[in-house]
């Protein structure tokens, strides 16, 4: 009984340690914390190889949403942060949680809603006429209402418009508090418009009876920051491993790596790095 | 038609879904057997010793056994952040953060059942231990070997409840591809992708992983009836 | 048969000296507010089998357990030989209902053996075994073994611990005549090897097989106590007579 007691400690301990092993051994490597959406469309897992093989460099993305990635850029858990909400990023840089903000790239918003298209919106080109059409006729509306960059993006739109749906909560706006994948798949069950990233749009699998309802107003553009974490504030942040990250992604191999990521044939993110920050 | 590509997933050995299963067992099993060292003897000792309180102790271990997994993913998230007081150990998003979390799930669970069974069996042992003039290191022993086919039934209670719960290791874990992502967490991220084939084969994994469980502990208790009465 | 040295020369107690006899000076018990003995003065000596005989309820078990350490007196005081406390190792306690441990009849001894600092050696679990007729079921899941099985393997662990004094508490209530007279047979060789008996009943026939000395106790208290042929014969007390002559005594 001892034997046999013994050798189930001995065989728990060393998983116990193979567990704990990567810790060890990738410490070349950066945690990079990001949102649900650009992790779900796939551009990650086309790039990070790249970056990989050019430099050895591990990268560890965390898929959250925007507010929560910039706060954990605030606590230091991550070495970079690489969102897409602008005004947030620079508040960011402001306070002094990172060093400093860069343009990557920015891709766009779509309107998607029902084939029998309630509101009558359809194939509009301007984003804010169809928020309006959409809270006349009631239809209904899902929000992502998690503090997300497209969150942010959706009630900046619904302001532009002079509405306030978030504030006024009609019932046919439902906030759910979740990310892309979960607010399509919510609106494909009620037949609702949402606002959605093109990128997880594309490769989003449950389309069932959504399609794009409105598309190319440049209201819609979503432009991405990168930045890297304050390492005054936080002393271990990696920060010449987290450097060597942005300065890819901003270089010209990482652009084009950015542009050449296609999703079905169609280009998601549109790299601008050049443009200033 | 998706279930069909799950299966599909699972027969052809898909590396990446052999591979987060691989890290899911790895994760539980470590949690578990921690858990086992904190709370066996933790229920022995009071179990069997009186103390101001105790009482008090006994509600609060067995209301622990409810603590929902993604409060307890906060609080190892809270203890673990940089900006946390375990921050320089640079835990977070680690698997070994995982490990953690479930441990301070299950160790609750461990402690209050093994704490109830020992104590029963303390309650028909006492008087002949007492006779025997057993000291108290001995009596622990001999009640910890005694009961120990329901003392393995809490175990694979412990671990059932470990491998199926998302919320705790999400949090801590950071859901990092190919680092932390375990079968629960990978089948709500691609759920909600609406990417439903290795999410349902990992369902089916998951699912026929706890059935086999609970199989073990229904199992063991047959035996031990058959075999030590 | 058994080839043991009388216990008044065997090693622990020659060192140490005995812990008989065993006295109660004004001992009382009570548990809450309900009195369970009173005023019990009662001297256990080296010897044959004591027998404490007496009815439902006379206090017969508390009063073997007080003798045996594992209750203490609420008033008065329980003495060893003149010490306070007994010498660990030299008494064993078989009970009414015995309690089988998880494990194989072998394992019940061995554990037996260990608890009382001795080795468990496999050729004195057989011994332990063949004497009292539990030989070659080693094996066996102690918890499945009948009534009076167990009953001898509580006195196999007993007598594992080599002990001065043996107390056994109605150890054949709840046993057929077959498994009854078993057990009789081996108390009468333990005795006759010289281990002190010290034994509870409240059936008459056990006691005259067995008894050498009587205590008798009803309702709490020490009603009397004399040697075996005198209480059969010639008690001196009333509730004496009427229990001998098998009358009920409330």
Redesign the interface.
């Known amino acids: 009984?001892r034997t046999r007691l013994l050798a189930f400690?001995i065989a728990?301990?060393a998983?116990?340690a193979?567990?704990?092993a990567?810790?060890t051994a990738q410490e070349k490597s950066i945690?990079v914390s990001s949102t649900?959406s650009t992790q779900?469309s796939g551009l990650?897992?086309y790039i990070l190889p790249m970056f990989k093989e050019k430099t050895g460099i591990d990268v560890?993305?965390?898929?959250?949403g925007t507010g929560q990635a910039l706060d954990t850029g605030?606590?230091?858990?991550a070495d970079v942060v690489f969102v897409h909400a602008k005004a947030q990023e620079e508040k960011f840089v402001a306070e002094g949680h990172g060093v400093k903000r860069y343009d990557v790239m920015y891709n766009d918003f779509v309107l998607i809603g029902p084939k029998s298209d309630p509101a009558k919106v359809k194939g509009g080109k301007d984003i804010l006429a169809a928020l309006k059409a959409i809270h006349e006729a009631g239809a209904p509306f899902v929000s992502r209402g998690d503090k997300s960059g497209t969150h942010s993006a959706e009630l900046r739109l619904w302001k532009e418009a002079g509405l306030d749906p978030a504030g006024s909560k009609p019932s046919w706006y439902r906030e759910i508090g979740?990310?892309m994948?979960?607010a399509?798949?919510t609106a494909s069950a009620m037949g609702a418009y949402v606002l959605a990233d093109r990128g997880?749009w594309i490769?989003?699998?449950?389309k069932e009876q959504l399609e794009i309802a409105v598309e190319g107003d440049q209201r819609l553009f979503n432009q991405y920051g990168i930045i890297l974490v304050n390492p005054e504030k936080?002393p271990?942040v990696k920060k010449e491993y987290g450097q060597q990250f942005i300065d890819w992604i901003i270089s010209d191999e990482g652009q084009k790596a950015i542009a050449d990521y296609k999703i079905e044939g169609q280009q998601l993110f549109f790299p601008n790095a050049k443009s200033g920050s | 038609m998706d279930t069909s590509s799950a299966l599909e997933l699972i027969l052809t050995g898909d590396a990446t879904l052999f591979a987060i299963v691989r890290?899911s067992l790895?994760?539980t099993?470590?949690a578990t057997?921690?858990a086992a060292l904190v709370g066996l003897p933790l229920g022995a000792i009071v179990a069997l010793t009186n103390f101001p309180g105790r009482h008090a102790i006994i509600v609060v271990l067995n209301g622990l056994m409810g603590l929902p997994p993604v409060v307890v993913g906060l609080l190892v998230f809270l203890l673990l952040?940089?900006?946390?007081p375990l921050?320089?150990l640079?835990?977070?998003?680690?698997?070994?953060a995982m490990?953690i979390a479930q441990t301070v799930l299950i160790t609750p669970i461990i402690a209050a059942l093994s704490r109830q069974v020992i104590e029963d069996l303390w309650t028909?042992?006492r008087?002949?231990?007492?006779?025997?003039?057993?000291g108290p290191l001995?009596r622990v022993k001999?009640l910890l070997?005694?009961?120990r086919f329901s003392l393995v039934t809490i175990l694979l209670a412990g671990f059932g409840r470990a491998a199926a719960e998302v919320g705790a290791v999400m949090i801590v874990g950071?859901?990092?591809?190919s680092?932390t992502r375990v079968m629960t967490t990978t089948i709500a991220l691609e759920?909600?992708?609406?990417?439903?084939p290795l999410a349902i084969g990992l369902g089916m994994v998951l699912m026929t992983l706890i059935l086999v469980v609970n199989a073990l502990a229904w199992g063991v208790r047959r035996w031990?009836e058959a075999?030590?009465? | 048969m058994l080839d043991r040295t009388p216990h008044n020369e065997s090693t622990t107690a020659g060192v140490l000296g005995s812990d008989l006899p065993i006295r109660f000076a004004g001992v009382d018990y009570r548990v809450a507010a309900v009195s369970i003995l009173c005023g019990i003065n009662l001297e256990i000596s080296a010897g044959p089998p004591t027998i404490l005989l007496g009815p439902n309820g006379s206090g017969k078990t508390t009063l073997l357990k007080l003798a045996?350490g594992?209750l203490s007196p609420t008033a008065g005081s329980v003495t060893y030989n003149g010490r306070e406390k007994p010498t660990?190792?030299t008494r064993?306690?078989v009970?009414q209902k015995?309690?089988?441990?998880?494990?194989t009849v072998a394992a019940n001894v061995a554990?037996?053996l260990k608890?009382?600092g001795r080795r468990p050696d496999r050729l004195e679990i057989a011994r332990l075994l063949a004497e009292v007729g539990l030989a070659g079921m080693d094996d066996r899941?102690?918890?499945?073994l009948s009534g009076g099985e167990q009953q001898r393997l509580a006195l196999a662990?007993a007598l594992a611990?080599d002990p001065e004094v043996l107390f056994l508490d109605e150890p054949t209530a709840s046993l057929d005549p077959a498994s009854t007279k078993a057990v009789e047979d081996i108390v009468s060789r333990v005795a006759q090897s010289g281990v002190k008996i010290v034994m509870t009943t409240h059936d008459l026939g056990q006691a005259r097989r067995l008894a050498s000395e009587v205590v008798f106790l009803a309702k709490g208290r020490l009603i009397e106590q004399a040697p075996a042929e005198i209480f059969f014969t010639k008690p001196s007390t009333d509730e004496a007579r009427r229990f001998v002559a098998g009358d009920l005594v409330i």
């Open positions: 009984m400690a728990a301990l998983a116990a193979l567990t704990t990567p810790v945690v649900t779900d990650f897992g560890k993305v965390v898929a959250q605030r606590r230091g858990d979740q990310g994948g979960a399509l798949n997880t490769s989003f699998k449950n936080h271990h | 890290l790895l994760v099993l470590s057997f921690f952040s940089r900006s946390g921050g320089p640079g835990l977070l998003f680690t698997p070994t490990v028909e042992y008087e002949e231990l007492t006779a025997m003039e057993v001995a001999t070997w005694d009961a950071g859901n990092i591809e680092f759920t909600s992708k609406g990417n439903l031990s075999h030590a009465g | 045996m594992l660990p190792g064993a306690f009970f015995p309690m089988m441990l998880r494990r554990y037996a608890a009382a899941p102690a918890r499945r662990r611990r």
